[in-house]
């Protein structure tokens, strides 16, 4: 399990019929946690914890300026989950897949364009479907777009943009959108996977704003919303607050869960 991180604080909730602990903090050991863990590095990065002993990464660029500053890195890891190709998403991936040995499981040309781990990473596409230990991870749309590289010497296409979906056995089943817009087949994510926990950009801009978060809850009814990908630049102003605003404006009960960098969700 990755080192302590600073000031971690376990928020206490009911999320698919199951309750938070609070005052909780992640184990010392690398024994696998009872409970399903996911904490916040700042922008799109997170790092999931399940019962089953699977720890993975998603989109994680660990040195985002929101980023904790004396979190130590995950030493182990059973998987890389990458959304796309632009830099803050894409972020440490290569190193930490260097370091930890763990695949990058994206986009089959984003895959093959980072190059980490050849013979292990996971190159693939919207509707691939893969067991990591007790997560069932599913590979699916999303608004935007993916291009990897320097943007002044040119970027690469990376392949679509996409969000992920992993349902954990004896947890919760957890969307992550990616960066996106709200987009009409959102409708099938939820028929097919009926999400729980949607974590959701809202900073604008770049993707959706509160509002498209409001939305895009109508259209997937998760039990809790996770607000991601706002603050970390001016450009992305959406807040928690204006989600919770438009989401009473929209008569949605939905709850909201802000946790700051550093800190951790437990289900």
Same mark, same amino acid.
């Given at each position: 399990?990755?080192?302590?991180?600073?000031?971690?604080? /376990?928020?206490?909730?009911?999320?698919?019929?199951?309750?938070?602990?609070?005052? #909780?903090?992640?184990?010392?050991?690398?024994?696998?946690?009872?409970?399903?863990?996911?904490?916040?590095?700042?922008?799109?990065?997170?790092?999931? #914890?399940?019962?089953? %002993?699977?720890?993975?990464?998603? !989109?994680?660029?660990?040195?985002?300026?929101?980023?904790?500053? @004396?979190?130590?890195?995950?030493?182990?890891?059973?998987?890389?989950? /990458?959304?796309?190709?632009?830099? @803050?998403?894409?972020? @440490?991936?290569?190193?930490?897949?260097?370091?930890?040995?763990?695949?990058?499981?994206?986009?089959?040309?984003?895959?093959?364009? *980072? +190059?980490? +781990?050849?013979?292990? !990473?996971? $190159?693939?596409?919207?509707?691939?479907?893969?067991?990591?230990?007790?997560?069932?991870? &599913?590979?699916?749309?999303?608004?935007?777009?993916?291009?990897? $590289? @320097?943007?002044?010497?040119?970027?690469?296409?990376?392949?679509?943009?996409?969000?992920? /979906? *992993? =349902?954990?056995?004896?947890?919760?089943?957890?969307? &992550?959108? %990616? !960066?996106?817009?709200?987009?009409?087949?959102? =409708?099938?994510?939820?028929?097919?996977?009926?999400?729980?926990?949607?974590?959701?950009?809202?900073?604008? &801009?770049?993707?959706? !704003?509160?509002? $498209?978060?409001?939305?895009? =809850?109508?259209?997937?009814?998760?039990?809790?919303?996770?607000?991601?990908?706002?603050?970390?630049?001016?450009?992305?102003?959406?807040?928690?607050?204006?989600?919770?605003? =438009?989401?009473?404006?929209?008569? *949605?009960?939905?709850? /909201?869960?802000?946790?700051?960098?550093? #800190?951790?969700?437990?289900?």
């Amino acid at each position: 399990m990755f080192g302590r991180i600073a000031g971690v604080i /376990v928020l206490s909730l009911a999320i698919s019929g199951a309750s938070f602990a609070q005052g #909780e903090k992640p184990a010392e050991t690398k024994k696998a946690p009872s409970k399903t863990t996911a904490t916040w590095w700042g922008h799109a990065a997170w790092i999931i #914890e399940t019962p089953g %002993g699977a720890r993975i990464a998603i !989109d994680p660029w660990l040195k985002n300026p929101n980023a904790p500053k @004396d979190a130590k890195w995950p030493d182990q890891l059973d998987a890389i989950l /990458v959304s796309h190709g632009h830099f @803050d998403h894409v972020g @440490d991936a290569v190193e930490l897949a260097k370091k930890t040995g763990a695949p990058i499981y994206g986009s089959f040309e984003l895959v093959n364009l *980072l +190059n980490a +781990n050849p013979e292990k !990473d996971v $190159g693939a596409n919207i509707g691939g479907t893969f067991q990591i230990k007790d997560v069932t991870l &599913h590979i699916v749309e999303a608004a935007h777009s993916s291009g990897f $590289g @320097d943007p002044k010497t040119g970027l690469k296409y990376g392949g679509p943009a996409t969000g992920f /979906v *992993l =349902e954990i056995a004896k947890g919760p089943t957890l969307y &992550h959108a %990616g !960066d996106t817009g709200v987009f009409a087949t959102m =409708e099938y994510i939820q028929q097919q996977f009926h999400p729980t926990v949607a974590m959701l950009p809202i900073g604008g &801009h770049f993707t959706m !704003d509160p509002a $498209g978060a409001a939305l895009a =809850e109508k259209i997937l009814k998760a039990k809790t919303l996770v607000p991601m990908h706002y603050g970390t630049f001016p450009l992305l102003t959406g807040t928690p607050d204006q989600l919770k605003a =438009e989401l009473k404006k929209a008569r *949605l009960s939905a709850k /909201v869960v802000a946790p700051k960098p550093g #800190e951790s969700i437990t289900f």
